[in-house]
């Protein structure tokens, strides 16, 4: 089972920041947050992470809560070449046990 | 840098038989993983493999199987292929520093295999 939780589909209109939620409830104190997207018939990308502080690079910034049981990824403003899957997933900080379960994704879709 | 290469592109099979598909990582990187995607269950792990030994694996018959070779590339087989089998299979590599430090995966276009 997905150790997260993300609804299945968003909309965003072309231009306005997309906030894009993921709930990790069960997360342990060893677990990062990663953001990874998906574009029709290509391999994921890799996003974003983080432990605990937020972080922002060139794509997106990463929103961390203080108890850490969810997050959201901000991209700032949305064009249609964002359309994609989006998928959060908790890894460990060692390679222990980590099976690096996808989940279903967000489908988002930007609206010209 | 090239980046993560997985051959063939697209393969069809029929059922019963066996596939093996390979994965050049991106070069320096010594850990690669193995992922089935469906339209029905997603995104699901297979294993990883680093320095030739698997590391971990996910929840997948022995028919499917994997290794790793001593330049990093890897190959996943199938046998005994079941139309189920059907699938878009990525891999990814990472460079992973020691055992403790995460590094982000990076993944190849996958491998579509049909199975009539």
């Known amino acids: 089972d997905a150790k997260t939780t993300q609804p299945p589909s968003m909309d965003c209109a072309e231009g306005r920041a997309a906030n894009l939620p993921c709930n990790h409830s069960?997360?342990?104190?060893?677990?990062?947050v990663y953001w990874y997207r998906q574009i029709h018939s290509q391999g994921p990308q890799y996003i974003i992470h983080?432990?605990?502080n937020n972080e922002t690079n060139e794509m997106a910034s990463l929103i961390i809560t203080e108890d850490r049981k969810s997050s959201t990824l901000i991209l700032p403003h949305a064009t249609l070449r964002d359309t994609a899957v989006y998928y959060c997933?908790?890894?460990?900080?060692?390679?222990?046990?980590?099976?690096?379960?996808f989940g279903k994704g967000t489908r988002l879709h930007i609206l010209p | 840098k090239a980046g993560v290469t997985q051959t063939p592109r697209y393969l069809i099979k029929t059922r019963g038989q066996q596939v093996t598909l390979s994965c050049s990582p991106i070069?320096?990187?010594?850990?690669v993983s193995w992922y089935q995607q469906t339209p029905g269950q997603g995104l699901q792990f297979l294993f990883e493999?680093?320095?030739?030994?698997?590391?971990n694996k996910g929840n997948f018959p022995g028919r499917f199987s994997g290794r790793q070779f001593s330049n990093s590339r890897s190959e996943m087989n199938v046998s005994t292929l079941e139309l189920g089998d059907s699938a878009l299979y990525l891999c990814?590599?990472?460079?992973?520093?020691?055992?403790?430090?995460?590094?982000?995966?990076?993944f190849g276009s996958g491998t579509q295999l049909s199975v009539l």
């Open positions: 990814a590599s990472s460079s992973i520093q020691g055992a403790t430090v995460r590094e982000k995966l990076f």
């Open positions: 069960t997360i342990s104190g060893n677990e990062y």
């Open positions: 983080g432990l605990k």
């Open positions: 997933i908790v890894r460990p900080k060692t390679y222990r046990d980590d099976k690096i379960i």
């Open positions: 070069s320096g990187h010594r850990s």
């Open positions: 493999y680093f320095s030739e030994t698997q590391r």
